[in-house]
């Protein structure tokens, strides 16, 4: 089903159920230790920040994409990454990494979000039409192993 969804200053239709029968599937997932800190971390992550993910059908512990940075000031790391949902942007000014900005971003506590059209590693056989949700993010380290940090 079809939902018109306001999120800041876009308007996203999303099929949410298709969104959400995609993430449920068995998917490949990048398992190196850095990645695994991503997916358990996301167990803590705010719930305002669940709510966005929730709202548009994506399970936030499978991304498409991760890239993890070395550890900045405040102690944590910065993650950038993608999320496809099945739906299009109606309304709102559109991202890519290169012009990531306040005009076409929004900050939800440690996360700045953006909506792209410019897809980069949509899975395969994932329903169309795709809207990525790109993302940068500065995450703490909550796996026990000793990481010797940057």
């Not at 709202?55 to 498409?64: R, S």
């Amino acid at each position: 089903m079809i939902q018109m969804i306001k999120i800041a200053n876009w308007l996203i239709e999303v099929n949410v159920e298709k969104t959400q029968e995609f993430y449920n599937k068995d998917l490949d997932v990048c398992n190196c230790l850095y990645c695994n800190n991503f997916v358990a971390a996301c167990k803590h992550f705010n719930a305002s920040v669940l709510d966005l993910f929730r709202k548009l059908g994506i399970n936030p512990a499978k991304p498409a994409h991760l890239s993890e940075f070395p550890i900045n000031e405040d102690g944590n790391r910065k993650y950038i990454g993608q999320y496809h949902l099945v739906g299009r942007v109606v309304k709102g000014e559109l991202c890519t990494f290169s012009k990531f900005k306040k005009s076409n971003t929004i900050e939800i506590e440690n996360f700045k979000f953006g909506f792209s059209e410019d897809l980069e590693f949509v899975p395969k056989n994932f329903p169309s039409p795709v809207v990525q949700l790109d993302f940068d993010a500065n995450i703490p380290w909550v796996l026990n192993n000793n990481l010797e940090f940057d």
